[in-house]
């Protein structure tokens, strides 16, 4: 983190000396996001198990600078995001209420939530011919890395990324990640995976995540992708994509394709280092004496195809995970996003040996005359989930609406409705909803 802020404090600098240079300031933008969030989870199997009630307004402010002139360009981003109460979200289990916090919000040595919270920083970053290098805070979207931005605040990262459009038709991206600032924190912590332990009172955890890869768009329908991430002493995963779309009668037909092959790195891949806490959830073939216990050893493939025709979209998609380990990715245990189509409102359906299938239909009301109006409902079903004893099995049923303002003095303004259930006997069944409005003001 040192060398990191040095470097920011430096890049910070050069841009401050051509601040007032052309582009600089004439291509600037500034909006100012206003995000107001509702969420309600009940566990449905645990009677010790007392709901999530929370509710917030959020404020997502992002500056970015254009370029300075010359060959080589100078710019600076900022981002300054504030989260305050408006229900407290009970005091963590009391009695009289029995609300539990911390959906939304961090909590206090108490357990209660707190009233406000707040974390941000800047970016500087470079332009030269069509490369792109950016140093700071980033939210990357990648397959094996992506942002979180599923509650009142998203997540955040610190870290390094280039990427080159220098080759028509190819986007190389490359770049090493730090540290995280989950979506209900002001800390910024150590990178990690699901299953990761505390030995001796300190959480294994690390500083580097490296990844690079490229998207290839081979013609206008089809699009391939390889991509490659490494989290020291965790993990090095391999990413394969394929996304292709047919024009079929009137509609279209879409086929999403992804393979990843992910492994041991480091501490992980030896019986010490697992020790240590370097571990990964997951099945290992059961007994506590296998000493490949907690070892990162998934391979997860999945198909996705989805017509959309007038309005309607139907799609059905089947994931297959085999390895003794779940599917790893960056995951601090505060909300994370990985890159699965299985990945949903409540679960993720990546544990170790889970087969998945799913089926989605969605409708945009605009061709019956009501625009800005969209619904969609999807229905996932995993099996085969190893565990000692018996098999596992899960499924979700999500629904959602939206609808967007067209016109008037609210012109803009998002408004949507998000209802989950979670049943089996991987994880506690659970129902979940979340209501949100937004709205976004341009500044510059």
Do not use: C
Request: charged share 20%; proline share 2%.
């Amino acid at each position: 983190m040192k060398a990191l802020s040095v470097s920011l404090a430096v890049a910070a600098a050069l841009v401050t000396q051509q601040a007032f240079s052309a582009g600089f300031i004439e291509d600037s933008n500034a909006t100012l996001g206003l995000r107001n969030f509702v969420y309600h989870n009940d566990i449905a199997n645990r009677d010790d198990a007392p709901s999530a009630r929370e509710w917030g307004q959020g404020f997502l402010f992002n500056y970015s600078s254009g370029y300075t002139r010359g060959p080589v360009g100078f710019g600076l981003d900022a981002v300054a995001l504030i989260g305050v109460k408006l229900d407290s979200g009970g005091d963590g289990g009391s009695p009289t209420d029995s609300r539990t916090p911390g959906a939304l919000f961090p909590r206090e040595s108490n357990g209660e939530a707190v009233d406000n919270y707040s974390k941000g920083g800047l970016t500087a970053k470079l332009r030269f011919s069509k490369t792109e290098a950016r140093l700071g805070i980033l939210q990357p979207k990648l397959p094996v890395v992506t942002f979180n931005d599923g509650r009142l605040l998203p997540q955040t990262f610190d870290g390094g990324q280039i990427t080159s459009n220098e080759i028509e038709n190819l986007t190389l991206t490359a770049g090493q990640l730090e540290s995280t600032t989950t979506r209900s924190s002001t800390d910024s912590i150590g990178l990690r995976i699901a299953g990761a332990a505390a030995a001796n009172g300190i959480q294994a955890d690390s500083n580097t995540f490296y990844f690079a890869g490229g998207d290839y768009k081979i013609g206008k329908d089809l699009l391939a992708q390889y991509y490659y991430g490494n989290l020291e002493d965790f993990y090095q995963q391999h990413f394969l994509g394929l996304t292709h779309t047919l024009a079929l009668g009137d509609g279209s037909l879409k086929s999403d394709l992804r393979y990843f092959d992910s492994r041991s790195d480091g501490k992980n891949a030896s019986a010490a280092g697992r020790a240590q806490g370097y571990r990964s959830s997951g099945y290992w073939n059961g007994a506590a004496a296998n000493p490949d216990r907690f070892e990162v050893d998934n391979q997860t493939w999945s198909a996705l195809f989805t017509y959309s025709q007038a309005g309607h979209s139907l799609g059905v998609g089947y994931q297959q995970l085999s390895g003794s380990s779940a599917f790893p990715f960056l995951s601090q245990g505060d909300g994370a996003t990985a890159y699965l189509i299985t990945d949903r409102q409540i679960g993720k359906f990546l544990s170790a040996g889970e087969r998945t299938w799913l089926a989605e239909y969605g409708y945009d009301f605009a061709k019956l005359g009501v625009p800005g109006l969209k619904a969609s409902v999807a229905y996932l079903k995993g099996d085969n989930v190893n565990r000692a004893g018996s098999d596992a099995e899960e499924w979700e049923r999500d629904l959602r609406v939206d609808y967007t303002v067209q016109n008037g003095a609210l012109k803009g303004l998002g408004l949507s409705w998000r209802n989950a259930i979670l049943r089996g006997d991987v994880a506690d069944d659970a129902k979940e909803n979340r209501l949100i409005a937004s709205y976004s003001i341009a500044l510059l």
